[in-house]
C-alpha cells in the first residue's frame, strides 16, 4: 500500500486568497488536499500504454498535469461521492447545485479557469483565454478557443455567454420591490449583478468583454459553467436573435419561456437521461447510460476538441459512503472519497498493496447553523440560540470523531478563515471571545427556563445516512436535553431536497466544500441569497459584504471579514465546528488520481484518469 499525507499548511499556498468559503454543500465524502500518488513506478514517472500514449505526468505546482498529445484508452473507471441520484443537466439552480450533480455535469461544461489542488486559479486554456484590460472601469475580454462546440456540432460562442448573464441577472424579474424575485431560478446572481450591461461581442462571434460598475474581487472566476443558448433559444420558440435581445433588454415578459426551460427542462426522472439534442457536451466526456438507483456511465466525447479523457468510459456511481471502502476492495469503485473516521483508515489500512491512501486536511468544515425561517423557534429568540450553543458540547465532538484522525485538529472558531491558514488566530481574536469554548449546562438551562418556550423540540437535520453527524447529534442530544431541549435526530435522505426547503428543522448540521473564491460567503449570508437556506438577515452583513466583494484590496477583504465573522457570532447565525479530514483511496492500478483540498474533490481530474500496468 503506497500511503500519502501533506500537511495543510505546506499544500496552501501563501498566495491563496485570505477567504476560502464554500459554494456547494459537502456530500458524505467531502474533498480535502494537494497530493498525487500512482501505482508503483508511476509517481512522477511517465509511463506507456500500448499504443505509446504518454500516461502519467508530474504536475507543474497544483494544477493539471500534462498529458500531452495521448489517445484515449479503452476501459471504465468507477467512482462514487455518495448515493445521491442525478438529478439534472443544469445544475445551476438551488435544488442541483450539489457535490453529487456536479460530479457528472462538470465533465460536460468548462469554465474559463479552474482550481488547483491548493484552492490557486488557473486559466483553463482548453476552453479559451481572458484578460483584464481595463481598471477604471473594470473591464475583462474573454476570447473563446476557435475549435470550441458543443458535441451536437453547434460552435460555442459569446450567444453561450450573454444567455448566462440573461439567467444570473437579478434584474430580469417578477414582481416588484420586496416582491421581486429572479425570473431564472439560478443558484447565483452574482455576474448580473456585478455587470449591469449584457456582455458586448458578436452573439455568433468567439469573443466578448465584461464592463463591470465597481471592482468585484473575484472577477477572474466569475465566467464559470456556461449552458448551451442554442437549445434554450429553440427548446422555448423563442429562437436565437429574439432571446438575445431579450436579454440584452432585460425583457422580463419576453424571455418567460426560456426562464420555464432553464428551471426545469432539463430535470428527468431516475433512468431517463436527456437526449443530447438538449444536453450537449463541451467538456471531454458525454452522457452514455442511467441506471437508476445504481450510476450514470459517461464516455468520451469524439467532438471534444481538448486534450481527449484518458480513459474510455468513467462511471459515477450512487453507492452510500458505508459501502465505499468494500466496493474499492470488490474493484466495483476505483476511487473513492469515504467520509473520514477511524473505523475507514483502518478497513483501508487492511487492504495493503491492492490500493493508494491520500490522507489530508480540507477547505471543507462542519458547521451547526439555525433556521431563522417563520415560526420556527430558534428565528427571534437570540437567547434560545445562545443556550443552544451553550450545551454544543464542539470539543468532545471533535476529540471522539476527529483528532483520532488528525491529533492537530482544533475545533474551529471561524467560517470564512481555517486554523492553517496565517490569517486565522487574528480573525478569531477581532471577532469571538470564547463564550461558547466550553459546555455550561447550567447557564444553558437558565436560558431556556427564562425563554417561556413549551416545546422545545430541536430537529437536527442533515442528509443520511451518514454515521459521523449521527454520532454527532447523539452526543447534541446527550448535551442538550441535560439543558432542557429535545434533540431530535432529523436525519433524512433527501434533506436539501425535501425537508430543508420545507423549513422542517430547527438546526441544520452539514458542511460547505471551499475553494479560492474570496466573496463567494456573500452568496450565503447575505439576506434572499441563493445558498441562505435559513433566510437569515441582517443589513449590517450585507453591507459588509458588498464592501468586500466590490473591491479588489486584500487589505479591504481581510478587514470586512473580521467584521462579518463578529456579526455572525453576535447574532449567533450558526456554529462552526471543524474543518474536515479527509480521504482518497484509489485501485493501485489507476494513476494520475489526485486528491484537492477544494469542493470540487478528487474527480477534478477524472478525465486524466487512467489504468496502468
Request: overall charge negative.
Amino acid at each position: 500500500m503506497k500511503y500519502t499525507k501533506l500537511s495543510a499548511a505546506a499544500a496552501l499556498l501563501a498566495s491563496s486568497a485570505l477567504v476560502l468559503s464554500a459554494c456547494a454543500p459537502g456530500g458524505p465524502a467531502e474533498n480535502e488536499e494537494s497530493g498525487t500518488a500512482a501505482p508503483e513506478g508511476g509517481n512522477g514517472e511517465v509511463m506507456t500504454g500500448e499504443a505509446g500514449n504518454k500516461l502519467t505526468a508530474e504536475p507543474e505546482g497544483s494544477g493539471l498535469a500534462d498529458l500531452g498529445d495521448i489517445e484515449t484508452q479503452e476501459g471504465s473507471i468507477s467512482y462514487s461521492v455518495g448515493e445521491d441520484e442525478f438529478i439534472s443537466y443544469n445544475g445551476m439552480t438551488p435544488e442541483t447545485y450539489s457535490t453529487y450533480n456536479s460530479a457528472i455535469t462538470e465533465r460536460m461544461t468548462q469554465s474559463f479557469y479552474y482550481f488547483g489542488t491548493d484552492g490557486t486559479i488557473y486559466p483553463n486554456e482548453a476552453l479559451g483565454s481572458y484578460e483584464k484590460i481595463s481598471d477604471d472601469p473594470l473591464q475583462v475580454k474573454y476570447t473563446i478557443h476557435e475549435d470550441a462546440a458543443w458535441s451536437d456540432g453547434t460552435p460555442v460562442t459569446a450567444a453561450d455567454y450573454i444567455f448566462k448573464w440573461g439567467w444570473q441577472n437579478p434584474r430580469i424579474a417578477t414582481g416588484e420591490g420586496d416582491e421581486a424575485a429572479p425570473l431564472f431560478n439560478a443558484i447565483s446572481h452574482t455576474l448580473g449583478e456585478y455587470v449591469p450591461e449584457a456582455p458586448e461581442g458578436d452573439p455568433a462571434g468567439k469573443e466578448f468583454t465584461l464592463t463591470y460598475a465597481e471592482p468585484y474581487a473575484d472577477w477572474e472566476i466569475i465566467m464559470d459553467t456556461a449552458l448551451p443558448a442554442h437549445v434554450v433559444a429553440e427548446q422555448s420558440g423563442m429562437g436565437m436573435d429574439a432571446m438575445i435581445e431579450a436579454i440584452q433588454n432585460e425583457d422580463t415578459e419576453a424571455l418567460a419561456p426560456a426562464a420555464e426551460f432553464f428551471n426545469t427542462g432539463w430535470n428527468t426522472s431516475p433512468g431517463t437521461l436527456p437526449a443530447e439534442e438538449i444536453a450537449p457536451s463541451m467538456g471531454p466526456y458525454k452522457f452514455s447510460s442511467w441506471e437508476p438507483g445504481q450510476s450514470v456511465t459517461l464516455v468520451a466525447n469524439e467532438e471534444y476538441w481538448g486534450t481527449p479523457p484518458a480513459t474510455e468510459e468513467l462511471v459515477i456511481r450512487f453507492a452510500a459512503a458505508d459501502t465505499h471502502v468494500q466496493a474499492l476492495q470488490n474493484g466495483d469503485l476505483n476511487v473513492i472519497e469515504p467520509q473520514a473516521t477511524v473505523d475507514t483508515l483502518e478497513q483501508l489500512e487492511g487492504l495493503g498493496d491492492q490500493i493508494v491512501i491520500q490522507q489530508d486536511a480540507s477547505l471543507t468544515w462542519e458547521h451547526a447553523d439555525f433556521n431563522f425561517m417563520e415560526g420556527s423557534l430558534f428565528a427571534d429568540n437570540r437567547e434560545l440560540r445562545e443556550a443552544f450553543a451553550l450545551c454544543l458540547p464542539r470539543q468532545q465532538i471533535v476529540d471522539n470523531l476527529i483528532k483520532p484522525l488528525d491529533p492537530e485538529t482544533i475545533v474551529m472558531n471561524a467560517r470564512e478563515v481555517f486554523p492553517f491558514q496565517e490569517s486565522y488566530q487574528e480573525v478569531v481574536d477581532a471577532s469571538y471571545e470564547g463564550q461558547y469554548d466550553e459546555v455550561d449546562i447550567e447557564r444553558a438551562t437558565q436560558l431556556v427556563e427564562e425563554s417561556g418556550e413549551s416545546n422545545l423540540d430541536v430537529r437536527i437535520g442533515y442528509s443520511s445516512p451518514n454515521p459521523r453527524r449521527s454520532e454527532t447529534v447523539a452526543m447534541i442530544k446527550s448535551s442538550c436535553d441535560e439543558a432542557g431541549f429535545n434533540i431530535i435526530d432529523a436525519g433524512h435522505a433527501d434533506f436539501f431536497g425535501v425537508v430543508q426547503p420545507q423549513g422542517d428543522y430547527e438546526v441544520a448540521l452539514f458542511a460547505w466544500a471551499g475553494s479560492g473564491q474570496i466573496a463567494s460567503g456573500q452568496n450565503i449570508y447575505s439576506t434572499d441569497a441563493p445558498q441562505n437556506y435559513g433566510q437569515y438577515s441582517n443589513p449590517e452583513v450585507d453591507e459588509a459584504w458588498s464592501a468586500l466583494a466590490g473591491s479588489v484590496d486584500p487589505a479591504v477583504h481581510a478587514e470586512q471579514v473580521k467584521v462579518i465573522e463578529k456579526l455572525l457570532w453576535d447574532d449567533l447565525f450558526g456554529i462552526p465546528l471543524y474543518a474536515h479530514p479527509g480521504i482518497v483511496a484509489h485501485s493501485a492500478d489507476i494513476a494520475n488520481v489526485r486528491n484537492t483540498a477544494t469542493q470540487t474533490g478528487a474527480v477534478w481530474n477524472a478525465e486524466q484518469w487512467v489504468r496502468v500496468e
